[in-house]
C-alpha cells in the first residue's frame, strides 16, 4: 500500500520516476487519444464492488409486463447500505431525445443514502422522472436518465421470447440497450454535494464514483428488463441470453459539450488523474519486469486491442481513419515485440517513432495492464483539494519566470492571428447548455465563458512585464493590488505551477479546436470505449462493456475486461 | 426552499459574473458568501443586503494603496463591496506578515465586511495566523473581530452592539493584522458581545453539509434573474453551436 509521501517522491525531487514532460502529454491532440485502463473509474469501481463482494439485491420489484415500473435495490457496501431507485416509464418514439434539452425519458433513476420507504420512494416519484425540472433532497447524490436504443431493445427482446440468442454481430454495431443522456451529481437539483459523499459514503468516495455506479446498475437492469418483458411476452418459448453475450452488452452514453468546461475549471483535479496514470507508466517503464510470459501478454493485449478497435463501429471519417491507424499501429507493434525487447522503453520509443498518437496511447493502456501490483494503488489517489491559491509573497520577478517556463506554449501562440481567437465557449439560457460560438454573433461573444487560459495566460504576462519594468522588486500581493483584475489568472499560474503536469495546453479558443479530444480525454478517464462521434461536438460511446455481471459477485474475479471483444457464437 | 452548497456557489458565480465581476473576482466572492452561509454566519442575509448595490461597483474607481511601509498599508476602496476587493488587502497583509513577522493593513470605505471571514480563513490554512475588526451601522454602533491561528481550519467571530454613537467620519473602515510569527485570537471586551467558537463554526459547516442551504425563494430567485445576464438566448442557431441534429 503505497502513501501520499511515496507519491510525492516519485513524482518530484531527486529519487523520482522519469515520467513523460508536460510538453509531451499536456497536449490536447494527445489526451484526446487517451484510451480506458486500468486506472479508469469503471476498472476500479468494478474492481472495488467485487472485491468487497458487495451485496446489491431488489427490495422492490414492480413492473408490469411491458417493463414499466418501479425498482429499488437495495446495495450494502462495507461503508453502508445505499438504494438505488429506478423508475421505467413509457416513451412515445417521437420524444426520444438524447440531447440535453429533452424533458422525458425511458428511465429515470436515483442513488439515495439508506433505505428508501414507499413515501419516500413517492417523493422521488414526483421529482426523479422530471430529472432538471424536479428537486430532490440531500440524501440523493446521483440522479440519471436513459434512452432505450431504438436498433437493439425491441429486436433483443423478440430474440429472447422467441427463445433465440441475439446476434452477436449487431452488438457489434450498437453495444447497448440503453444510453445515458446525462448522470448528475455533485449537489444538482438539490442533491447531496461532494463534500457530504466525500467525507460520509467512503464507498463512493472516488470521482465520479457514485456516478459510475448508477451506469453499472443502469446496465444490469437493461439486461433483466429484456428478459422480464420477453419472458412474460412468450413464456413457452422464452430463453435468457447467454451470459457471455450478456456481458458484450454494456451502456450507451452520449456526450456533448457540457463536460469540455469541466476540465478547464477543474484543472488541479485533471492533473491529479493524469498524475497517477503517468506515474503508473513511469512505474512500469522501471520497476516492470520482462519476461518470456510479459512479452507474450503484451503482444496478446495488443492483438485483443486491434480487435477491439476492428469490432469499433462508426459513420465518422476522422473516427474511422484514427481507428485505421490504430490497427495498423497495433500490427506495427506486434512485429516490433516480435524482434524482442528487454526495456519498456525501447516499445515506447519505437511507438513514438512509429505510431499514431493514439496508437502510443493504447500501447500505455496495455503496459499498465499487464502490472497490477504497480498500477491499481494508486487508484486511491485520483481526488485533489481544488485550491488554487494566491501565493502573495512571490516576487513578480519569479511569476514572469514561471510564465516563460511553464506557459511557454501560450507565449508562442500568435493570438493576433487570424482565427486564434475564432471561437468562444457559452452558456445558452436553454439549461444553460454550453455552447460553442463564433465571434460572429456579439452577444455571445459578450457573453463567453472564461475558457481561454493561454490567452488569458498572453495578456497577464503584457501588464506583468510592464509592472515589473516600474517595480522589479514587487511581490505578487503588491502587483494583485495594482491589477485585480489580472487575480485569476495569477491565481492560476502560481496554484498549476505546484503540479507536474499544469494546463492544457491548447488554445481553446482557435478556429479550429477539436473539443472532442477533451471529451475524450475525460471519457477515457471514466473507461469508456467504441468513440462514436456523431459531429466534432458530441460523441457517442459505450460503457462497461465486456465488465462482469452483477449476479457474479462473489464469484472468482479477474479483473480482465480491458478492451473487450465480441463473444464467439 | 432547500439548496445544495454547489447550486448555491454556482448561482452566486454567475450572479457576480453578470454583475460585472472580474474573472477570478467572480469565483472570489461567491466563496466569500458561500463560506458564511455554510458555516452558520448568515452570508444569505449580509448578502441580501448587498444584492441591491452589487451591480455599482463596476462604476467604482478600482481600490488603491493610499500609504504603505513594511509593516503596514492603508488602502481605500471606494466604497466597493468586501465582496470585490477585501481579498486582496487581506493578500497583501499576508505578503507583509511573512516579510515582517506581522503586519497590518487598514481598509477604508470598504462594504459588507464580514465577507473577509473566507479570506481570513483561508490565511489559517496557509501557516498564517490572521484576525480584522471593524464597527459598523449608523444609528447604533455595532463591532465585529473575527481570527484564526495559523494551521487552523475555522476562525473565531465576536459581534456586540456597542454604546458608541455614530460618526460621521466613520470610514467604514476595516483593520487587518496578519503574523507569520504571532498566533492572534480576538473577542470583544464588550459585555454585549456574542462569541462564536472555532468548535462552533465547525458544527456549523457540518450540519450544512449534511443537509444543504436553507434559502429564501425570493432572494434565490433573485440571484438566479441576476446570473440570467450572462447566458445567451436560446435560437435555433445556437442550438447548432451545442453540436446537435
Known sequence: MTTNAAIQSSLWGENSLPLRPASQVMKLERLGAYHQSRLSFMRTLVRRIFRERWKIEPALFNLDHEGYGTVVYEVQAPHGLFSFVLFSDYLSPDERNDRVIATKWDLTMALVEGKVDQEYIEKLRENVPKQEAGRVDARVFVLSRANRSARNFDYVVNQLAAGEQPDVAKIVEVGYLYRTTAVYGSGKLGMADWEKVREKHKDFARPFAGEMFVCLMLRNFSLLQVEHIARHKSPDTFNPMKPEIKRYFGIGNSTGLGMAPYLVNHPLLINQWIEMRELALARVRVLGSINQQVRETISQLIDRSAQHTLETLTEDEWQTNNNKAVIDDMASLKSRIECGFDRWDELLEYSEQHCSLQGQEMLVSCMLEIYPELVDELEDFHSAEEFLDLDPLMPAEQLKDIIENSYDWALAIDFDAEGARETYWYRSEEKMEPRLGSVADIEGKKKQMALGVGYAVRKCYNQLIEYIAQNPEDTTARFMVAHPKLRGIVRRIQGMNRCVYGDIQANLLDREVLPMHLLRAKLAFFGVSKFDPRSRLWVRNTMFQGAPLLEEIGQTFNDDWFMPLAPKQ | ?245
Open chain 2, 1 to 245: 426552499m432547500n439548496i445544495s452548497m454547489n447550486e448555491l456557489k454556482a448561482a452566486l458565480r454567475r450572479c457576480f459574473e453578470a454583475s460585472d465581476y472580474f474573472v477570478g473576482n467572480y469565483e472570489d466572492a461567491a466563496n466569500m458568501v458561500l463560506w458564511l452561509e455554510k458555516h452558520g454566519l448568515n452570508g444569505l442575509s449580509e448578502f441580501k443586503l448587498a444584492l441591491p448595490y452589487i451591480g455599482e461597483d463596476k462604476n467604482k474607481p478600482l481600490s488603491n494603496v493610499i500609504y504603505e511601509d513594511s509593516t503596514s498599508a492603508t488602502i481605500d476602496a471606494h466604497h466597493r463591496s468586501a465582496l470585490n476587493c477585501i481579498a486582496a488587502a487581506v493578500d497583501l497583509a499576508h505578503a507583509k506578515a511573512l516579510e515582517s513577522g506581522i503586519a497590518t493593513v487598514t481598509v477604508h470605505n470598504c462594504h459588507n465586511r464580514i465577507f473577509i471571514l473566507k479570506a481570513l480563513t483561508d490565511r489559517g490554512r496557509s501557516g498564517i495566523s490572521a484576525a480584522a475588526y471593524w464597527q459598523n451601522g449608523s444609528d447604533s454602533v455595532t463591532e465585529h473581530t473575527a481570527a484564526i491561528r495559523s494551521g487552523q481550519r475555522y476562525p473565531s467571530y465576536s459581534e456586540g452592539v456597542t454604546n458608541l454613537k455614530s460618526n460621521e467620519n466613520d470610514k467604514q473602515a476595516l483593520t487587518i493584522i496578519c503574523s507569520s510569527r504571532v498566533d492572534l485570537t480576538s473577542s470583544l471586551q464588550n459585555s454585549k458581545s456574542h462569541f462564536i467558537s472555532p468548535k462552533q463554526v465547525e458544527s456549523n459547516k457540518e450540519h450544512t453539509v449534511e443537509h444543504g442551504i436553507e434559502i429564501d425563494a425570493d432572494v434565490w430567485e433573485e440571484i438566479n434573474k441576476i446570473g440570467l445576464g450572462v447566458l445567451v438566448e436560446n435560437t435555433e442557431r445556437s442550438r447548432r453551436d451545442a453540436g446537435g441534429n
